[in-house]
């Protein structure tokens, strides 16, 4: 069983920053790929940054690409979305999620098995 806690929500004014923070349990954390999606109300879910098991590779979706920033400390378990420059496109419940393979890949959707409670980020213009 995999436990996924996310913090740092919360309501930002349009060009401020955010940084979300993801605290994983209940498993080897180290070797499986970890990732950020997001739901905005209306819309599907989206993965909107992914990283592999040593932080060799990342994924953007092309919405967020020069934006947010995503980041893994394996000593602590702890994966980070930094999220600069935001925008109230960028509101959306996020939601920290793990892969299900050891050293799976960071850009598929389909690879993200286990999911967080989600947090609230809102961007006011």
């Known amino acids: 069983q995999v436990q996924l806690v996310e913090t740092g929500g919360g309501l930002v004014q349009a060009g401020g920053s955010l940084r979300l923070s993801c605290a994983v349990s209940g498993r080897g954390f180290i070797v499986y790929p970890m990732g950020w999606f997001r739901q905005a109300p209306g819309k599907e879910r989206q993965l909107v940054a992914g990283?592999?098991?040593?932080?060799?590779?990342?994924y953007y979706a092309d919405s967020v690409k020069g934006r947010f920033t995503i980041s893994r400390d394996n000593a602590k378990d702890m994966v980070y979305l930094q999220m600069n420059i935001l925008n109230p496109e960028d509101t959306a419940v996020y939601y920290c999620t793990a892969g299900r393979s050891a050293f799976g890949p960071a850009d598929d959707e389909s690879e993200y098995t286990y999911w967080g409670q989600g947090t609230q980020v809102t961007v006011s213009s």
């Open positions: 990283i592999n098991w040593n932080s060799s590779s990342t």
